[in-house]
């Protein structure tokens, strides 16, 4: 069976994706799953073992463009997919394999796409709390799947493929210390600080780490550079010799590879965060307004601290620098405390 998935856009989303990959391929080991997705995918995609090949979108996240999505679908129907599963709910992401001449295509229902999509399935929510499971579902007949209670068990969660060795070459191509174990932070969030654990508590919490034996290694895009150099710049001068700020320096595969040589992680609900879960790191997971009840870290490692309940939308909080109150009440010591109890039961395994 040939199939194609129009994945999703955003790094959280597209981990998550993985498990429905896996699924097909537990249901069909002769399956050859193909993806589209954003160019930047592809150090994803290379790491899941189910895909076979990545195929970039050259579309923007907004970006209509009929014609052009025409020519997408033309070009691919000599490949002959047989089924098509399309993740994003939007109308334009299921045009590519009606296009294609896809004979199945499976998805939910999402911007009315009666016609585009022949398999369309109604979303009942609450029978589906979790994103991973709305995924996992679409790999299995809808009469056979009327809520999350119905899908086999366990769910087979996200997992990235990295070798030991380009650990150990990409951590010196880094100049990271050899002799010191990494606890990778995390401290950036895409919608602002609101969904931010402060700096200065991750400079606390960093300062009792390195003290520990332990050096600090710090992932995000460009725009995290600024919290990261703040975080830095907050530890005592000894202290900054142990802290490196990776953030903007990275490419993600670089990134990847770097949190799989890591002790453990801490993090805000971010896409590096569920890579970090993809790659079965010790990880505590620090939220506030946003909530874990979605699209929770997916691994047994994972502990998740959070002070309230419910989702709460704001993109930036009333507190200093824009941070929420949620945030500023989890004190370092709890965090702390998680992930020296991760750390131990990892040595204990």
């Known amino acids: 069976m040939k199939i194609l998935v129009i994945g999703p856009s955003w790094v959280g989303d597209m981990m998550m994706s993985q498990s429905l990959y896996r699924t097909l391929k537990a249901e069909h080991p002769d399956a050859e799953i193909d993806v589209m997705a954003p160019a930047w ?57 009606f296009f294609a001449g896809i004979p199945q295509r499976v998805g939910w229902r999402g911007e009315m796409r009666y016609g585009l999509l022949n398999d369309l399935r109604v979303l009942d929510k609450p029978a589906f709390p979790l994103m991973v499971e709305r995924y996992v579902a679409l790999a299995y007949d809808a009469s056979r799947i009327k809520s999350a209670r119905d899908l086999p ?42 969904k931010r654990w402060p700096h200065y508590h991750y400079a606390t919490l960093a300062q009792q780490l390195i003290a520990a034996g332990y050096q600090i290694v710090l992932f995000g895009s460009a725009k995290d550079r600024e919290t990261g150099e703040q975080i830095c710049q907050t530890l005592d001068e000894a202290g900054r010799h142990y802290c490196h700020n990776l953030a903007g320096e990275t490419r993600l595969e670089q990134a990847v590879i770097l949190l799989a040589h890591c002790h453990a992680v801490v993090t805000n609900d971010s896409g590096l965060m569920h890579i970090a879960a993809a790659l079965n790191r010790p990880l505590v997971a620090l939220y506030g307004p946003s909530s874990p009840d979605f699209t929770p870290p997916l691994s047994q490692q994972a502990r998740v601290i959070r002070l309230i309940t419910g989702y709460h939308k704001v993109r930036k909080g009333e507190a200093d620098q824009g941070y929420h109150q949620s945030l500023i009440d989890i004190q370092p010591a709890r965090v702390m405390e998680e992930l020296m109890t991760l750390l131990s039961q990892q040595e204990r395994a």
């Open 41 to 97: 995918c592809r150090p994803l995609l290379s790491r899941m073992p189910e895909v076979n090949e990545a195929l970039a979108m050259p579309l923007g996240h907004g970006a209509l463009a009929l014609g052009e999505r025409y020519r997408l679908g033309k070009a691919l129907r000599h490949k002959k997919y047989q089924r098509a599963y399309v993740l994003p709910g939007s109308f334009k992401s299921a045009l590519v394999p």
């Open 153 to 194: 068990q366990p769910l087979l969660w996200p997992r990235l493929q990295v070798e030991e060795q380009e650990k150990i070459e990409t951590a010196a191509q880094f100049s990271l210390n050899a002799e010191r174990p990494i606890i990778g932070f995390c401290p950036g969030a895409e919608f602002g600080p609101a």
